[in-house]
């Protein structure tokens, strides 16, 4: 079978500048609201960093919060996400929600967010995501599927009986963009695409791109 077999179009409502407006976050807000009920994991995002020498690395996480200061995720801060965001503390979201053909792509500087929030989302997360956090060092080897359920084991017996605090290699970043690009699918690979670029804090500039 040859790739060109799994050709499909993207038909799309048209993404117009007058209906789309000047703030970004309230067309993502519109757009995300709309696929809540469609997509099977409507949270779930690229992130993209890079080493200090450029060395760019792809993962998929989830969105855990967004609001006007930006687009929040956890992680163990000793990751190679981590690593990468202390060389260069810059990043790039994409979210693609087929269900609308849509994609949204943000790119901005990284913030770790404050301690008290990643301490509230921490909390909020059930007893066995809690425990996850200790038994595993994110990205590190372990030697087999069994060395890591044993230490998921341990953890649960260690904390059976008490609260499991957030451990201070853990925690939650925040992209804050400067750039959103709104992606519509069309027919016929003519496809809408409005790109807005933050001129101040308060204002975004809007163009199109070409398909």
Request: aromatic residues 12%; without cysteine; glycine residues 6%.
């Amino acid at each position: 079978m040859s790739l060109s077999d799994l050709r499909r179009d993207y038909p799309g409502e048209p993404l117009l500048e007058e209906e789309a407006g000047g703030d970004p976050f309230a067309l993502f807000r519109r757009w995300f609201e709309a696929i809540l009920s469609l997509e099977p994991d409507p949270t779930a995002m690229s992130l993209a960093t890079s080493t200090a020498n450029g060395q760019p690395s792809l993962r998929t996480v989830l969105l855990k919060d967004f609001d006007e200061r930006g687009f929040v995720w956890y992680t163990n801060y000793g990751s190679r996400k981590a690593e990468d965001l202390i060389a260069n503390p810059r990043a790039s979201l994409l979210f693609f929600w087929r269900s609308l053909n849509r994609q949204v792509r943000i790119d901005g500087s990284v913030e770790q967010i404050s301690p008290e929030e990643s301490d509230a989302y921490f909390s909020s997360r059930p007893f066995e995501s809690r425990v996850s956090v200790y038994a595993s060092q994110q990205g590190a080897r372990v030697g087999s599927r069994l060395a890591l359920d044993k230490a998921f084991a341990r953890e649960v017996e260690r904390f059976k009986n008490e609260l499991v605090p957030r451990p201070a290699w853990w925690g939650g970043y925040r992209v804050v963009p400067n750039e959103f690009e709104f992606w519509q699918g069309r027919l016929n690979r003519m496809h809408d695409r409005l790109h807005y670029i933050k001129q101040s804090e308060k204002h975004w500039s809007l163009e199109r791109l070409s398909p």
